[in-house]
């Protein structure tokens, strides 16, 4: 499948499947790709989280066929030109990362609201980024890795930079 998704939390990386090692799983997607075939991370924005069910990117966004219906849900990965295949459009991974707060019960507690932790929480995640984008690079080297971000998933892509 050209998609895989990949759940950071504070702990580390890990597949977004329970039960897969996330090592062993990215060696084997990646050994069955073409030389010119793409590798793209897609890193979402605001109010998505793979904690909740109803706005986990991996069954909304990145999903081929999208959990839930509407007019904002579209598949990131269809969208760019990947296909449900085994690799051979490319391989697609899905970076998903606790991008959600509540405001109301943050401004009462903290004087901020939802949005400012998740975007200091944006920040950190930048570094679990920079962890997957050297595995993959260590696991395929001199493969180049696209990122595409939406919204305060750009502050991920850009706090990975250094």
């Known amino acids: ?33 073409g030389p010119r075939a793409p590798i793209v991370v897609l890193i979402h924005g605001y109010k998505f989280s ?3 069910p109803h706005s986990d990117p991996h069954r909304s966004l990145f999903a081929f066929r999208p959990a839930q219906e509407g007019r904002k849900i579209r598949s990131w990965p269809e969208g760019l030109g990947f296909a449900d295949d085994a690799g051979e459009t490319g391989l697609c991974f899905g970076f998903a990362w606790p991008a959600s707060a ?41 493969r180049p890795v696209d990122l595409l971000a939406h919204s305060l998933g750009a502050r991920v892509a850009l706090a990975a930079l250094p």
Do not use: K, S
């Open 102 to 142: 509540p405001h109301l019960p943050n401004l009462l507690a903290t004087g901020r609201t939802g949005f400012a932790h998740v975007y200091d929480r944006a920040g950190r995640f930048g570094a679990r980024l920079a962890e997957l984008i050297a595995l993959l690079q260590r696991l395929a080297p001199g």
């Open 1 to 33: 499948m050209a998609y895989f998704g990949i759940t950071a939390t504070d702990a580390g990386l890990r597949a977004a499947i329970p039960g897969v090692e996330l090592e062993t799983a990215l060696r084997r997607r990646l050994r069955g790709l």
């Open 50 to 52: 793979p904690d909740l």
